[in-house]
């Protein structure tokens, strides 16, 4: 039929004088010689699309063949004929004949007949043997004349049972391949089954080994190397500068919003977010540069050959680079990326030291200041504090060790106390009390705001439920963050709190930063408007620092605004600042909503306060904020 995945064959006879013994013992030698050939090729084989075309090789050239083919078996709706090697013929030609090993007139090779039975098969005498006559058969007995086969035999490849190809070859006497010429040939088609078996499960250690090592060194979400193989590439780095007098730098990426997303949209986004950041920082370093994932929301960027001055316009771009919102579950969000820097030799010499200096600089980043920051002295030992006190702060919250503090709000015109602000402090066992300006950006750093706007909320409804039932009906006001604004519980979490403690809504009092309503202005519209239908009063805290507009102040429910100290200190020495405070209160009137004055620290901010008609004063003037069980005794000196 033709070569042999379709075989053909050619009419050529031996010599006349040679007897038939005489064929018989060449065929016989020539299979030896053959099978010998084969398993030296198997010996030194170490790929299988190698060893197809080798074995092929020696099979024709070697064994004397006429040529040699290799077949695998599709499992396809046709049952194709997939030719992986050949040698004495091209494998395109083979392609084109379209033989498989179905049970069709085009699958009755020998090739497909030994895939499909499982067994040897044999074709003497194909150019007059009526099987090979027909139509589907005119270019095998073309190309048989045309090269000279005239007998072909197929071998099943069989691995673990399945037969997956076959081998078949060519030769040119029309008697070819007897019995004992077709035994010894099974032998090679079974050492081949079997060398191929070997190499596939070589590869499959090659690629679990390959496996474990990418699991060992690069990080399965970004798909960059991680924290081992940045810390030895390190190590390397640092041998290399050591040798040529060169310095080097680190750059650690803090990703300041990675938990907030987690918490807030999920995961997945949160997943989302370092992708693309990765994706992002991996196209803008060059080639000789190392980037890694080294922690759950940060990366690290070895710089090899670099100066301070590089380090800092490095990341300088990367700032830039990462400061564009990343979209995350159809909303643009802004990542928050801190950079901090450290240098060999100069601030570590050791890998481990290193990055512990750039994580340490990174705390100390701001976006005032370019959103990166140089290790200095000292700043080590500050990231080790934070650190305890971290944990620290969690204990607190989970043990009750927080304090609520209560600072007085008088109304003005009549001087009588008219609610309070609900303050929390922290009394640490060894530091001593510890101001909400350093352990409030701990608890943003550590996750811990919603575990402590909890201890807040449950303290001052304790609170506010205790001063009812002793007939003292003062509001008291709760700070929210943007973090909390952003929660999506938080509104249920205040609903279950007024059933728990079954106090008025109009005593329990919420208080949100301008620029805290301003980073998702449509979001916290939607929770004001959900607690405002709770029944609470709202405020609007810190009010001209955030820069909201009055259309969109007009459409907030609130009930107040708070002036911020920062101008209300001033007003009586600064006549900017005394046109702010009045064009504030004349602004809230006409809005329908009372003014707070916060910073009223002196008898003068109290009168310019009353004259130009605000309605409620909170400062130091009054109370500094004070225990919230010496409110009352408070209140009785005030009044």
Wanted: proline share 4%; aromatic share 8%.
């Amino acid at each position: 039929m033709n070569h042999f995945a379709d075989e053909s064959t050619y009419e050529q006879v031996g010599p006349p004088l040679e007897t038939d013994q005489a064929r018989k013992l060449a065929r016989i030698h020539r299979a030896f010689r053959t099978l010998s050939a084969g398993n030296h090729t198997l010996l030194h084989a170490s790929d299988e699309q190698a060893l197809l075309q080798d074995m092929c090789r020696v099979i024709v050239e070697s064994g004397g063949y006429q040529r040699a083919v290799v077949g695998y078996a599709e499992y396809d709706q046709e049952k194709t004929i997939r030719w992986v090697g050949a040698v004495g013929t091209d494998m395109t030609f083979l392609e084109t004949l379209h033989f498989t090993w179905s049970e069709t007139e085009s699958g009755r090779t020998v090739t497909g007949t030994a895939i499909r039975t499982g067994e040897p098969c044999v074709g003497q005498h194909i150019l007059t043997d009526p099987a090979y006559a027909g139509p589907a058969y005119d270019r095998v007995r073309e190309d048989a004349i045309k090269t000279g086969f005239a007998a072909v035999t197929a071998f099943p490849l069989r691995i673990d049972g399945k037969v997956i190809g076959a081998l078949g070859m060519a030769a040119a006497e029309p008697d070819a391949f007897d019995e004992e010429e077709v035994q010894l040939l099974s032998e090679l088609a079974d050492d081949l089954a079997y060398g191929i078996a070997n190499l596939r499960i070589r590869e499959k250690h090659r690629e679990a080994e390959a496996t474990i090592a990418r699991l060992a060194y690069y990080d399965a979400l970004t798909g960059l190397p991680n924290r081992t193989f940045l810390l030895e590439r390190l190590e390397e780095a640092m041998q290399e500068a050591k040798q040529h007098h060169r310095a080097l730098a680190l750059l650690h990426f803090y990703v300041g919003r990675f938990h907030e997303i987690n918490k807030v949209l999920g995961y997945r986004s949160g997943d989302q977010l370092l992708q693309e950041l990765g994706r992002r920082l991996e196209l803008a370093v060059k080639e000789n540069e190392t980037l890694a994932h080294v922690g759950e929301a940060e990366f690290a960027l070895l710089l090899p050959a670099a100066s301070a001055e590089h380090a800092i316009q490095m990341a300088q771009r990367l700032a830039s680079i990462l400061h564009d919102p990343v979209e995350v579950s159809g909303l643009m969000v802004d990542a928050s990326v801190n950079i901090g820097i450290a240098l060999f030799p100069g601030h570590a010499t050791t890998p481990e030291a290193l990055l512990r200096r750039a994580n340490a600089a990174m705390h100390d980043a701001r976006p005032a200041r370019g959103g990166y920051a140089m290790y200095t002295g000292g700043q080590e030992e500050q990231h080790t504090r934070r650190l305890a006190l971290m944990g620290d702060l969690r204990h607190a919250i989970e043990h009750n060790q927080l304090l609520l503090y209560c600072q007085p709000k008088v109304d003005i015109a009549s001087r009588r106390v008219c609610g309070a602000e609900a303050l929390v402090r922290w009394e640490h066992p060894v530091h001593g009390m510890i101001l909400p300006s350093e352990f409030i950006p701990l608890a943003e750093q550590a996750g811990l705001i919603t575990p402590l706007t909890d201890w807040v909320l449950e303290s001052a409804f304790s609170q506010s439920y205790a001063w009812h039932e002793a007939g003292l009906d003062w509001p008291l006001a709760v700070n929210l963050s943007a973090h909390d604004l952003r929660d999506p519980d938080l509104v249920e979490r205040i609903r279950g709190l007024f059933s728990t403690w079954g106090i008025r809504p109009e005593l329990m009092q919420f208080e949100l930063t301008e620029s805290a309503l301003m980073e998702d202005p449509a979001s916290a519209l939607e929770t004001l408007t959900e607690l405002k239908q709770l029944g609470t009063r709202l405020y609007i805290d810190d009010f001209g620092t955030g820069y909201s507009s009055l259309s969109y102040l007009q459409k907030l429910p609130v009930d107040y605004i708070k002036i911020d100290q920062a101008f209300v200190m001033p007003m009586t020495v600064s006549n900017d600042s005394a046109v702010i405070v009045h064009s504030t209160i004349e602004l809230g009137h006409n809005l329908d909503m009372k003014i707070v004055a916060e910073g009223v620290e002196s008898q003068a901010h109290w009168d310019g306060l009353a004259a130009l008609g605000c309605d409620v004063a909170q400062g130091y003037h009054i109370s500094k904020p004070m225990p919230a069980e010496q409110f009352r005794s408070w209140e009785a000196s005030w009044a």
